[in-house]
Nanobody, 128 residues
Framework: QVQLVESGGGLVQAGGSLTLACAAS????????MAWFRQAPGIEREFVAT????????YYEASVRGRFTVTRDNTKNTMYLLMNNLKPEDTAVYYC?????????????????????WGQGTQVTVSS
């Protein structure tokens, strides 16, 4: 089993920045691709960004591309999401997820159902 804990959320003004972290513990050798998702009130959870196990491949949802950057430090078992130029529509609970199925060290996926482990979420609120 893998446990994921998000941190770094908070309240920020539009145009500001935040960095989220996702710390993993447990059987971290079973973590391969990882991702960030978010859920706003009344809206289904949606994909934000994904990163491969070796950190070389990333993919972003269109509305965050160019503003958000996903990275990971496998020596610290931690994934990060740097969010710049935040907008009110970025307000949501942000979740990190990890996939225990190995395909390759460069595999990435935006598909929610492929992720096996989930954190509890961290709230990000962007005021206008």
């Amino acid at each position: 089993q893998v446990q994921l804990v998000e941190s770094g959320g908070g309240l920020v003004q539009a145009g500001g920045s935040l960095t989220l972290a996702c710390a993993a513990s447990g059987q971290t050798s079973k973590m391969y691709s990882m991702a960030w998702f978010r859920q706003a009130p009344g809206i289904e959870r949606e994909f934000v960004a994904t990163i491969s196990r070796n950190g070389r491949n990333t993919y972003y949802e269109a509305s965050v591309r160019g503003r958000f950057t996903v990275t990971r430090d496998n020596t610290k078992n931690t994934m990060y999401l740097l969010m710049n130029n935040l907008k009110p529509e970025d307000t949501a609970v942000y979740y990190c997820a990890a996939d225990e199925q190995w395909y390759s060290d460069t595999y990435i996926t935006p598909r929610e159902y492929e992720y096996d482990y989930w954190g509890q979420g961290t709230q990000v609120t962007v005021s206008s």
